[in-house]
């Protein structure tokens, strides 16, 4: 059965530094999704990503988060200067075109934690 | 006032009970209600899914779906020790974001 994976599984990383998570979403899919999970916390939407652009972002994407699809597929989030806060679960997801429509396919999360 | 909400337990039953897990939104544009479960170190997975009010059912799941209340369940019959995890409701309007409620633990004792 086809799955969303995501390296690496664990990400610890010193405040200020630049990390890049990465995604391969299901294969056929075209609609492309970051979230995240402070622990404890809600899961949030970061942000959506369609035909090559950013569809739809939250408050929370600010200038320091950025997503690429840098190939036919991997998706990728980068952030550029951690801060403590950053520290969470990061999910991907995709979405494809047909079927239910809105079923999201999550990946099993990328932990980064900022020292 | 938070879009979704929803408590985050944890709840503790024992194998067999009857399970309700709740939440309450505020946004009447939401059409389609889901609800993931999510075990540890997982990320969330489709249970199922609701269009606008009704309810469904699938196997020892039920969802239920109330517009008028702006309140959804998830009813878990006969539950197993496999059931333990936590529970997210999610809503959305279609061609938007994904909101989610804060997610239940549920613990089913043998």
């Known amino acids: 059965e086809p799955e969303v994976t995501q390296t690496p599984s664990h990400q610890v990383t010193q405040m200020g530094q630049e990390v890049i998570l990465r995604c391969v979403p299901i294969s056929n899919h075209l609609y492309f999704y970051w979230y995240r999970q402070i622990l404890g916390q809600k899961v949030e939407f970061l942000v959506s990503?369609?035909?090559?652009?950013?569809?739809?972002k939250s408050e929370i994407f600010d200038d320091q988060f950025s997503v690429e699809r840098p190939d036919g597929s991997n998706f990728t989030l980068k952030i550029r200067s951690t801060k403590l806060e950053d520290s969470a679960m990061y999910f991907c997801?995709?979405?494809?075109?047909?079927?239910?429509?809105?079923?999201?396919?999550f990946g099993p999360g990328t932990r980064l934690t900022v020292l | 006032q938070k879009e979704v909400e929803q408590d985050p337990g944890p709840l503790s039953v024992p194998e067999g009970a009857i399970v309700s897990l709740n939440c309450t939104y505020s946004n009447s544009a939401f059409q389609y209600f889901m609800w993931y479960r999510q075990y540890s170190r997982k990320g969330p997975e489709l249970l199922m899914y609701t269009y606008s009010s009704g309810n469904k059912e699938d196997g020892r799941f039920t969802a239920q779906v109330d517009k008028s209340s702006k309140y959804i369940s998830l009813f878990i019959r006969d539950s197993q020790p496999s059931d333990s995890a936590t529970y997210l409701c999610a809503m959305v309007v279609p061609g938007n974001q994904f909101y989610f409620g804060t997610g239940t633990s549920l613990t089913v004792i043998p």
């Open positions: 997801a995709s979405k494809g075109s047909g079927g239910f429509g809105n079923e999201q396919f």
């Open positions: 990503f369609y035909n090559n652009e950013i569809s739809e």
